[in-house]
């Protein structure tokens, strides 16, 4: 049996197909100006990585913003069912999963069968998503992969305030023409972005095991600040954390042919 699932989201879209039970490929893009084409694109890449055709394909499931616009869906989903499903089913301890992603951070309380029972997520400004950290890397004229080995450089981070995305950003302008060392600029970015996810999930009854998913996941130092401002152990799935969403989809479409 060949399942898919596709999480479309604000920045990127993202591919997982199943066989059997199994993660046979996975695949990634940025959104591009025709969402339709995006998804059938994404599907024919992670099709070939798997030497499948669609045709083989039986069921799949869309989630996420775009979920709506991804033509080879049998059904959508919401994304907190699905964030809740993938994440369980990488780490069947989870209780509390926090997601940042593109545009959207987010803390979910779930139950021992992987079903959400409380969420809370961020406002409409990006300060606290991965949004803000490619602002952040286009204004210093950095790639946004060096951002999390310069904020372990630091030792003074800087402190910084905002709690507007635009605010923050010229913050960080203001401390770069002050003559802030760039990594304590850096380190203060991330520990800002900690701040705001922390108070996002503290508004929840946080219970171990905590996973924290979405792109944002691979930042080390978001995982590390995260561990110490919460002072409790964050776990990330061995399997790339951008693709929960896309992987619970695939769940989803796996227990619809069931």
């Known amino acids: ?29 940025s959104i591009r100006a025709v969402p339709e084409q995006v998804a059938k694109d994404l599907l024919d890449r992670a099709l070939s990585t798997a030497g499948l055709s ?15 616009r991804v033509p080879f869906a049998n059904t959508d ?3 907190l069912p699905c964030l809740a499903k993938g994440a369980q089913w990488l780490i069947p301890s989870v209780r509390t999963v926090i997601d940042v992603g593109g545009q959207n951070s987010r803390a979910l309380s779930i139950n021992e069968a992987g079903k959400v029972v409380d969420y809370n997520s961020n406002d409409k400004c990006a300060a606290g998503t991965g ?9 210093l004229e950095l790639r ?13 981070p800087a402190k910084i305030s905002s709690q507007c995305c635009v605010f923050a950003e010229s913050e960080v302008i ?30 929840l009854d946080i219970a171990e095991d905590v996973v924290m998913t ?20 964050i776990k990330t799935p061995d399997f790339d954390p951008q693709f929960v969403g896309a992987l619970g989809a695939a769940l989803f479409a796996k227990e619809k042919l069931a």
């Open 174 to 203: 203001t401390l770069v023409n002050e003559g802030q060392e760039l990594v304590d600029i850096v380190a203060g970015v991330h520990d800002s972005i900690v701040r705001r996810l922390a108070a996002i999930a503290g508004m």
């Open 54 to 68: 669609s045709g083989d394909v039986d069921f799949s499931v869309s989630t996420g913003w775009g979920r709506k």
């Open 214 to 233: 979405g792109g944002c996941a691979k930042n080390r130092r978001l995982v590390e600040g995260m561990r110490n401002h919460m002072k409790v152990d």
């Open 131 to 139: 949004r803000f950290l490619e602002l952040v890397a286009e204004a």
């Open 1 to 29: 049996m060949i399942i898919a699932g596709c999480d479309f989201g604000t920045l990127a879209a993202k591919v997982v197909l199943m066989r059997d039970g199994s993660i046979v490929s996975s695949e990634v893009s």
């Open 77 to 79: 989903m919401g994304e």
């Open 144 to 156: 946004l992969e060096d951002l999390a080995s310069l904020a372990f450089q630091s030792g003074n």
